[in-house]
């Protein structure tokens, strides 16, 4: 053996740093994110939803999950952000969604409740949400939703509890 295969290169030992780099990120970054939306209901029975300011289209409050947070507590702080409603109660699991095209920014799984709100529609987290409004079911808005949400949304007046 000489010297010259004994000790690798800069460029060699760079590149075996670069693909155990690799390995390392597509362990931990190719796996799909949770994360949750909400169906949020008003006392009076009115769906709110929200008018996102990426794509402009209506979609269901929610988020990921932070680093420590259970979903209910995503569930309390993602609703408080982005409406500025309190969660009073969570009603019930509608479903969770894991399609890996469901959202076309990352692989996420989607876990979604119906849930009981309170408070003043107020937003917080003007970066992300353009509008708020509340709807009664039969005055929901057409068309496509952001993400799967319309699929969401349809599944929980149908009142079914999905696993997808």
Known sequence: MNVITFFKSPIQSTRSLWRI???VLGIIFRHPIT????IPILSDGRIVLIRRRDDG???LPGGMVDWGEDIPTTVRRE???ET????????RL???YSSPDRDPRIHSICVVVEAEVEGKMDI????EVMEIKA????SLPQGPMSHDHTRQLQDYLNGLTTLA
Do not use: H, M
């Open 135 to 138: 709807f009664t079911p039969g």
């Open 124 to 127: 917080q987290d003007t970066l």
């Open 21 to 23: 780099g690799q390995t």
């Open 79 to 81: 609703l408080l952000e």
């Open 84 to 91: 500025g409603l309190e969660l009073t109660k969570i009603r």
């Open 94 to 96: 509608v479903g969770v």
């Open 57 to 59: 289209l209506w979609a």
């Open 35 to 38: 994360g949750t939306s909400i």
